[in-house]
């Protein structure tokens, strides 16, 4: 009886997301010649365009062709695609084969939403791997110097990378005339483990539990009572007859028509599990840079960790109190890096601080590799999760001020800035960060001018130039939260505001999950301020708090990041530079299998956190709260 509820509901699972995919596929706009006969300057472009077309990358109106190896596109291909770029006001557009093989249509139209594509600043680039138009300035840009002969994985690189230059000018469309080229298992992995940098068991999780159903159900219909196909057998035939008509039901009356439709869905339940396996099993191409971060690496840890810290000091960092008592200590639960760490609670004003903190030499060797380098694209990933987020913190100035000019601190890639547009389409974005990431940003254009350096070092050279700085998730990082605070005073005339996001360290689930609370975030989170000692010291400075959100400020991922960093726990990520080397590939195959056991668990504590989501934000406690103050007058500054 149980094996066939979950067979039923499983059936209805594949249906249900067959019919939500075709929803988005039938939004596709299939590629067709401009509606009307070109001619003055628009002939002249086309006609160069098809005296052009014969050669792979050609340009057309400013326009590149980048293609995958093996893929022609002939003249009329080019110039429907170049007319349609022009119509749309396009400056990259994806020509997605209207015969991509199955798998990667299905994929295709579950990773991007056709109507909100182009729009959305931070959706992850996604198209066929068969062929781009790009604009000559953003190729250049993005440094495209490869426009013939790429492989499937460098054309799905391609076309991330293009969305991040052109994130409102980027668009994808069907084809009919392109012939579909295939997917190696090698491109395959590479695919998956670029969109799950470190995370590709967590991918294979749900893949795994669904063909897990899906297996039982075809030996449940092979190995039938007697013969007789009973209630089981019959779920069990549901399973199997939805997940063969997925690519039917998913493409059906849409521009798509995969050209081994009848072949998927008919070998689907033997192919699948094969499929993944393939995967699975193919050899990892070698990062060229991995053996030199090893060597690294290795030689700071071989001088030990203790280097890394301050002396512990026996008063708090906020008040000078010295009434501290030890909250909690735990190494670092995102990376595994070695080290334990310390935060202390200052009992007369509660401020919760790193003690003994991280000197200089901790700060640098705990944050390489994170933000940037080799850990940059699994950060960037949780980043372009956050645009929701980004949108509501931008929505805490309407009704209080009109900005102009906008500096935003910590600012990273540009995410944020990038996000805010959408709710200030007139304002001046500029982002400050220690990280060479604020140099990308400006190169995406994500934000208008990049500063790379300290806060405090720069605030005289910016001061006047900004109605509003905000500091998001940025005050936790900061060796002296006062002194970013400083900054902020001298950068702002009256009447600019400051908009701050921290964690909150009252958050009564914090305290519970100790060091599995992720936003504990240790080591990198320093300085912990409670609401009320920011809004003191605020006012010492000249501002005056005009709003305090808590419950709209909640990040919904508690308890699926406690799951999830306790299965990082059991079998850490082999693969990065400071872990042992040896049996790498046991340990991700045991890494794999611990996420598949944890699979249930996660899917739970993800709609748990969902489910609590609309209670938080109407209280007045949260895992985060934000502040706005405006600048009023020069305030006291500390002695």
Known sequence: MRLRS?????????????????????KLTPLTPPPYAPHGDEADTDAE?????????????????????GVHLDDAIRRAAAAHARRHGLRV??????????????????????????WSRLAVGGGGAHAVLVDADVAERAGISRFDGLSPAEMDELITRLKCYAPTATDLCVAPGIAPVGCPPADRRRILRRRWPSDLPVYLTGNILGLGVLGAALARCLTGRGGAPGRDAAAALAVLAAACAQPYLATAGTPLRPCDRLRFALTRPVAAPLRWLRVAAQREDPDPRLPALRAEYAADLAQGVDRFFEERRA?????????????????????????????????TCGHVFQNPRLNAAGLDFYYRDFYDGSGGP????????????????????????????????????GHFCNAARDIWPHTRFDGLDMGVSIQEAERRGWVDRAYQGLFPDLADKLAGEYDVV??????????????????????????G??????????????????????????????HFVTAGNLVRVLEERGFRVVAVERGPAHQPVELLMIVMLLAHRIVPDPGKPWR??????????????????????????????????????????????????RRVADGARPE
């Not at 900061?478 to 009447?495: K, S």
């Open 315 to 347: 008063d708090c960092p906020w008040c000078g109190g010295r009434d501290l008592r030890r909250l909690l200590a735990c190494g670092d639960r995102q990376h595994h890096r070695p080290g334990r760490f310390v935060l202390e609670r200052c009992g």
């Open 580 to 629: 042992d080397p040896r049996v790498r590939r046991l340990r991700g195959a045991a890494r794999t299998a611990v996420f598949v056991a944890a699979g249930p668990l996660m899917f739970a504590a993800a709609a748990a956190d969902q489910l609590l989501l609309p209670v938080i934000r109407r209280g007045n406690r949260s895992n985060a709260y934000r502040v706005l103050a």
């Open 378 to 413: 699994e950060v960037e990933r949780g980043f372009r999760l956050a645009a929701p987020h980004y949108r509501d913190r931008a929505k805490m100035l309407r009704g209080h001020a009109e900005p102009r000019a906008w500096l935003d601190v910590g600012a990273g890639h």
């Open 93 to 118: 557009l994806d020509l997605v084969p209207s015969g991509l093989d199955s798998l990667r249509a299905l994929e295709l139209v579950r990773r991007v939403d056709p109507a909100a594509y182009r």
């Open 497 to 526: 505001h400051l908009l701050i996001e921290v964690p909150d360290p009252e958050w009564p689930l914090g305290r519970l999950a100790r060091g599995w609370w992720h936003a504990w975030f240790q080591p990198q989170h320093l």
């Open 49 to 69: 365009a098809g005296a052009e077309a014969g050669a792979e990358g050609g340009a057309s109106g400013g326009h590149r062709f980048v293609t995958a190896e």
């Open 470 to 495: 905000s500091m998001h998730h940025y005050l936790e990082h900061t060796v002296d939260p006062r002194a970013e605070l400083d900054a902020a005073a001298r950068v702002l005339p009256p009447g």
């Open 6 to 26: 979950i067979m039923l509901l499983t059936a209805a699972g594949f249906t249900a997301d067959a019919l939500w995919r075709r929803a988005r596929a039938a």
